[in-house]
């Protein structure tokens, strides 16, 4: 029997120095929630990571609210990082722009963010996969990890469940070239909307969103 396939993905752990990288999220008072953004990575170090796609689930669980991934790595195995405006060239030192990142050349994180809108129904990670291989059957030999969106199944302090399936989720998977996930999405996206999965959304300033 041949082992199951589990290329090793490389990317970038972000590491905040004093200050969280993730979203805030409390109650409303209303049986919802309110969610703030996420922090603005000031200053603090980036790491390149490797690691066996089968780890990769665990890997995110073990993430620390300071912290957050990239799918983009630069070319230095640890750095220290500060936002653009900072920026002056300090020895060892790097800003989150595409002068410093880029995708791998070999196995890479892909990532699908499936965030239903209001009056469209939710999609189950098994519905998502099946549409996806509809126009790209490759997908479906691709080992995949999903979780909950970061506003997905929050509870309150009584355990009243706030938020539940229809917040969303993140569906990641590993590709080569990983240089390619930009020309992947573009030719996902056209495939998907040529099959009936296209839709548009209008903006309260009347502007047109195409999803």
Same mark, same amino acid.
């Given at each position: 029997?041949?082992? &199951?396939?589990?290329?090793?993905?490389?990317?970038? *752990?972000?590491?905040?120095?004093?200050?969280?990288?993730?979203? =805030?999220?409390?109650?409303?008072?209303?049986?919802?929630?309110? #969610?703030?953004?996420?922090?603005?990575? =000031?200053?603090?170090?980036?790491?390149?990571?490797?690691? &066996?796609?089968?780890?990769?689930?665990?890997?995110? *669980?073990?993430?620390?609210?300071?912290?957050?991934?990239?799918?983009?790595?630069?070319?230095?195995? !640890? =750095?220290?990082?500060?936002?653009?405006?900072?920026?002056?060239?300090?020895?060892? !030192?790097?800003?989150?722009?595409?002068?410093?990142?880029?995708?791998?050349?070999?196995?890479?994180?892909?990532?699908?963010?499936?965030?239903?809108?209001?009056?469209?129904?939710?999609?189950?990670?098994?519905?998502?996969?099946?549409?996806?291989?509809?126009?790209?059957?490759?997908?479906?030999?691709?080992?995949?990890?999903?979780?909950?969106?970061?506003?997905?199944?929050?509870?309150?302090? =009584?355990? #009243?469940?706030?938020?539940?399936?229809?917040?969303?989720?993140?569906?990641?998977?590993?590709?080569?070239?990983?240089?390619?996930? &930009?020309?992947?999405?573009?030719?996902?996206?056209?495939?998907?909307?040529?099959?009936?999965?296209?839709?548009?959304?209008?903006? *309260?300033?009347? !502007?047109?969103?195409?999803?």
């Amino acid at each position: 029997m041949s082992a &199951p396939f589990d290329p090793a993905v490389t990317l970038t *752990r972000f590491s905040r120095e004093g200050g969280l990288l993730t979203k =805030t999220i409390r109650p409303n008072g209303q049986g919802g929630i309110v #969610k703030e953004p996420a922090a603005q990575m =000031t200053a603090g170090t980036a790491e390149t990571v490797s690691l &066996p796609f089968s780890e990769f689930g665990a890997y995110l *669980r073990s993430l620390k609210p300071n912290q957050a991934i990239s799918h983009g790595v630069c070319d230095r195995a !640890t =750095t220290n990082v500060v936002s653009v405006s900072n920026f002056t060239r300090q020895p060892n !030192t790097i800003c989150r722009t595409k002068e410093f990142f880029r995708y791998p050349d070999g196995w890479g994180v892909g990532m699908f963010d499936f965030d239903p809108k209001p009056g469209r129904g939710a999609l189950s990670p098994a519905q998502l996969f099946d549409a996806v291989t509809a126009v790209w059957p490759e997908f479906a030999d691709l080992p995949k990890v999903v979780t909950g969106s970061t506003s997905a199944y929050i509870f309150d302090a =009584t355990g #009243k469940q706030l938020t539940g399936r229809g917040s969303g989720f993140h569906a990641y998977f590993p590709f080569a070239p990983a240089a390619a996930l &930009p020309r992947l999405a573009e030719l996902l996206f056209r495939r998907l909307w040529l099959t009936g999965h296209g839709s548009i959304f209008v903006r *309260r300033d009347g !502007t047109r969103l195409v999803r």
